[in-house]
């Protein structure tokens, strides 16, 4: 170790820019820390704000729209009384035009229905029904100027309730009259329902709004009149001057969907105006109102809602009323602007209170950090058993024991590594032995049959065996297996087809690689083989020459997890080298077997040659040929790898 003789003074130098650093280290956790804080916390501010606001205008929308809907349905509950009143009487009067109803009624007994309906009905104003010229019994000419009549006999009586509150009957006669009777004239036309609303009546000295209940009488497709009530609507103008929102700055609205003003909060003298007095764009949003929806007004500063009531049941009745709701947009954001102004205040306060802690934090934290670097250092020149002592209870000490841990793990893997090493030596060695044990070996059954041995024996496995591509290239023929199982499946001649999905070899020689399943349980294209009962991994390599592959090294283990990367290295380097060696005893056994079959032919020419008559000459010649294809059937064998011997025709 080199020795210090530093004076005194350049000690108090050297500590005194330690120091400095330290608080520069300091400062710049403080700041940065600070920073980020700063800015994380503004924009959760500002996430909150704006999430704040959007559940405050949801939250509005939907209690908005619950009162709008709830309103809605109060309105159509108290017309529901009128509205099936008025159905009865159109069931009762329309039954005289039913052919399947034996029944037959007078304009007395018609009009006496009329009555007693709206005496049995207090809350009615009027009852009515209106039919074309002569089509309730044919006899208008008899009731010409009558009650309740016009002067060409038509019925159309009104009972209807005086200001005085007695009932008593007129004849409706402006439906005659088009601009007062379009009513009559529309319902004719579309054969369907109508509510005709607001109509004012003048009872007991004042104008009150009222709606009309229409119900077509059509039998058969043809249109004989209409039945109906009058009923008030006061209870309308009272319904909406009770809706209270947002401390009463919200307003409400009930309206027909073709524009016409039924009610409006605290301003009765709007009934009877058209809807665009409030709702600038009413044409744009009118083809809309028969759902319920919400929309921003066209200046964005009121919030506005729709819930349609539906006046009647039946299928493609005209006309429905729409409740309405204008709530003021800043009324519904005023909760969430006050909360996230507070929630600023106290989010600077509290900033400002960390950054004070985050400076005494990170005095803290630098002190262990010296520690830290001298132990890294130490590390660096190889001394790997340093231990850097933190005790600060906090992130520090975490980090010094993750440290400690490292280095712990470094040491055991250095320690480790010279074994991985000689096991790595140890396969490449069996290899090599393999490769020695098979190089003089120059018959292919011989020459496999060692190989599977000699895998299954050195690397201690389950089993191996050899598949060879045969001629047709579409099929694996296993060629060798190790041990009795092998013997008996090479006896009875397996094969896998290439196209096999449900097979690790087939598989592993479509893709050109290695394959491998360390939980054959797990593998769905595993095939399993019953002479194999305790396979749990396996590994199959491909076996290439000339870029093409001639067959698949496959070697099974009773151990689950048993084969590594490593493995699959090995066995592709035996997989590389057996290639070879079956690649050069074909062609040895093929240079061999030419050199017999060429040995033949000479045999056959000499044998010819010594015949004396052409008799004789094509007997030896055939004969001989006989053997000659039998002799090339064998070198087909060979070259195939199908083993025949000399004794097989």
């Not at 530093?6 to 608080?23: A, L, N, Q, W, Y």
């Not at 947002?246 to 524009?259: E, P, Q």
């Not at 009745?317 to 009324?331: D, Q, S, T």
């Not at 830290?372 to 850097?388: E, H, P, R, Y």
Request: glycine share 6%.
């Amino acid at each position: 170790m080199k020795t210090n003789n530093s004076p005194k003074t350049d000690i108090r130098s050297v500590e005194k820019r330690k120091g400095s650093t330290r608080s520069s280290i300091q400062r710049k956790i403080t700041f940065w820390a600070g920073l980020c804080l700063t800015l994380v916390s503004l924009i959760l501010i500002a996430y909150s704000v704006i999430t704040l606001r959007q559940r405050s205008i949801e939250s509005s929308t939907r209690e908005a729209a619950a009162i709008a809907e709830a309103n809605a349905k109060s309105v159509k509950s108290q017309l529901d009384l009128p509205n099936y009143t008025a159905h009865t009487l159109g069931a009762s009067l329309g039954a005289v035009k039913d052919p399947g109803i034996p029944v037959s009624m007078s304009r007395e007994e018609a009009n006496g229905i009329l009555r007693k309906v709206l005496v049995e009905n207090p809350s009615l104003l009027g009852t009515f029904t209106l039919w074309e010229p002569n089509a309730f019994d044919g006899l208008d000419a008899r009731y010409v100027r009558a009650v309740a009549h016009d002067n060409t006999g038509r019925f159309i009586p009104y009972w209807v309730r005086g200001d005085d509150g007695i009932i008593h009957t007129e004849a409706l006669t402006q439906v005659v009259i088009p601009s007062l009777g379009d009513w009559y004239s529309l319902s004719r036309n579309t054969k369907q329902e109508l509510t005709i609303a607001p109509i004012f009546r003048r009872i007991q000295g004042q104008e009150v709004p009222t709606a009309s209940f229409i119900i077509p009488i059509v039998q058969d497709d043809i249109f004989y009149g209409v039945a109906g009530v009058d009923a008030p609507l006061g209870f309308v103008q009272e319904l909406v001057d009770n809706i209270n929102l947002f401390d009463g700055s919200a307003n409400a609205v009930l309206f027909t969907d073709t524009g016409t003003i039924i009610a409006v909060r605290q301003k009765p003298a709007m009934t009877g105006l058209t809807a665009s007095a409030i709702y600038e764009d009413f044409d744009k949003i009118q083809h809309q109102l028969g759902i319920s929806f919400t929309r921003l007004s066209p200046d964005g500063k009121y919030l506005q809602i729709f819930s349609p009531i539906d006046l009647s049941e039946a299928e493609g009745a005209a006309g429905h009323w729409v409740m309405g709701l204008i709530i003021p947009f800043e009324k519904i954001t005023a909760p969430a602007t006050n909360a996230a102004i507070r929630q600023t205040i106290i989010s600077m306060g509290l900033i400002v209170i960390t950054l004070i802690l985050l400076w005494f934090l990170a005095g803290q934290i630098v002190r262990p950090v010296k520690v830290l670097t001298d132990a890294a250092n130490a590390v660096s020149q190889g001394q790997w058993n340093v231990t850097a002592e933190v005790h600060s209870n906090d992130e520090t000490e975490v980090l010094a024991n993750a440290f400690n841990s490292m280095t712990s793990q470094l040491q055991n893997i250095f320690n480790t590594l010279e074994q991985r090493v000689a096991d790595r030596t140890r396969d490449l060695e069996i290899v090599a032995e393999v490769g020695t044990a098979t190089a003089t070996i120059l018959e292919s059954k011989r020459l496999l049959q060692e190989v599977v041995d000699l895998t299954k024996e050195r690397f201690n496995l389950y089993h191996s065996h050899i598949y060879l591509v045969d001629e047709g290239g579409n099929n694996l023929v296993l060629a060798a297996g190790a041990g009795e199982p092998g013997r008996i499946m090479v006896a009875e001649g397996r094969s896998i087809p290439l196209h096999r999905e449900q097979s690790l070899v087939a598989r592993a020689a479509r893709e050109r690689k290695g394959v491998t399943v360390n939980d054959v349980t797990q593998a769905l294209d595993f095939l399993p083989n019953p002479l194999l009962p305790d396979t749990r991994a396996e590994l199959a390599v491909p076996m290439i020459v000339g870029g093409n592959v001639i067959g698949v090294f496959d070697i099974q283990s009773e151990e689950v997890g048993r084969f590594t990367d490593a493995d699959v290295n090995i066995q592709t380097t035996m997989a590389t080298q057996l290639s070879t060696s079956i690649q050069n005893v074909r062609s040895f056994e093929q240079s061999r077997k030419q050199a017999e079959l060429e040995t033949m032919v000479n045999a056959i020419g000499q044998r010819i040659q010594r015949t004396t008559s052409i008799e004789e000459t094509l007997q030896t010649a055939i004969r001989e040929l006989g053997l000659a294809v039998s002799a090339t059937r064998v070198k087909a064998s060979i070259t195939r790898g199908d083993g025949l011997d000399a004794s097989q025709n």
